[in-house]
Nanobody, 125 residues
Framework: QLHLVESGGGLVQPGGSLTLSCVPS????????IAWFRQVPGKEQEGVSC????????YYADSVKGRFTISRDKAKNTVYLQMNSLLPEDSAVYSC??????????????????WGKGTLVTVSS
């Protein structure tokens, strides 16, 4: 029943930018950690970024650090992932997920309870 809906994926050239949106369905962002994951066929799912509600701390995978920015708009009940300087290896299905918030959780990318179905990002020239 509880899930999230991602949008904003598409085709972009290397060096370009995209912004993904994640909207919870049936609940609000309050008290939740929201994380972005990505996965390509044949590879393990990777935690990309995470934001905590209780202290607004953010975490990034080394592979995207300095290029991606996670943020949230409480009024719109939406979490965003701004992706800049995109590389072909960033191509993946990006999913957002929500989990109960507690100290230290966000940095682990573990224990997510609700998921979206994902949005496809393709970086290609």
């Amino acid at each position: 029943q509880l899930h999230l809906v991602e949008s904003g994926g598409g085709l972009v050239q290397p060096g370009g930018s995209l912004t993904l949106s994640c909207v919870p369905s049936g609940f609000t962002l309050d008290y939740y950690v929201i994380a972005w994951f990505r996965q390509v066929p044949g590879k393990e799912q990777e935690g990309v970024s995470c934001i905590s509600d209780r202290d607004e701390s953010t975490y990034y995978a080394d592979s995207v650090k300095g290029r991606f920015t996670i943020s949230r708009d409480k009024a719109k009940n939406t979490v965003y992932l701004q992706m800049n300087s995109l590389l072909p290896e960033d191509s993946a299905v990006y999913s957002c997920a929500a989990g109960s918030d507690y100290p230290g959780k966000c940095k682990t990318f573990y224990g997510m309870d609700y998921w979206g179905k994902g949005t496809l990002v393709t970086v290609s020239s």
